[in-house]
């Protein structure tokens, strides 16, 4: 069939194109100027229907097929210009995106360095705060322990009902909720212990 190529001459004849899924089938080559050439199958030339946009497969029966092949050509070269226009759109607007970006990256990066001596005058200042804290934290549990706070107050000098009643106008004077009832019943507690 070397002889006869892109034809239905020699039957059985394999695929020309490459990634043909007609694969060991006898194939047509369609030329379609100015568009791009095809392939068909070879039982579809001559069959009486137009496959081909320059009527090639019905050469047997001329004037049947009219060459389109020109307007299919505009058609695909104007769909190739719009597709080739979103491309340029699309890419104008990443373009446009990349650059705002890049100025807020710059600004947050210049924004960053400006305030980096504050920042990391305020971590000092917070490590600082924390040792403090910590320091009179453990400070303060040493003197508990210890026993100089109870000493100071003179806690062991005083009764569990007047401690109770301490804790209540401390309470009271805070503004706690609910501190006038308890008033009123530590008050009946101590009248009673004081009877008893």
Known sequence: GSDEPGTSACAGVGS????SKSKGLATFRCANKPHQP???????????VCDCCDGSDELATPGMCENTCL????????????????????SAQGQ?????????????????????????RLLREKELAEAEEA????????RIERGEV????KLDEFDGAMITQALARLALAQGIGG?????????????????V
């Open 16 to 19: 020309i194109e490459k990634g």
């Open 38 to 48: 095809s392939f068909i199958y070879a039982s579809r030339v001559g069959d009486g």
């Open 71 to 90: 307007s299919v050509a505009k058609d695909a070269l104007a769909e190739l210009e719009r597709a080739c226009m979103q491309k340029m759109e699309l």
């Open 96 to 120: 446009e995106t990349m650059r705002r970006d890049a100025t807020k990256l710059a600004e947050a990066r210049a924004t960053l360095a400006e305030h980096e001596p504050e920042l990391s």
């Open 135 to 142: 320091h009179a934290r453990e400070d303060r549990n040493a």
């Open 150 to 153: 109870a000493a100071a107050l």
């Open 179 to 195: 501190v006038d009832r308890l008033h009123e019943m530590l008050g009946e507690v101590t009248e009673l212990s004081e009877i």
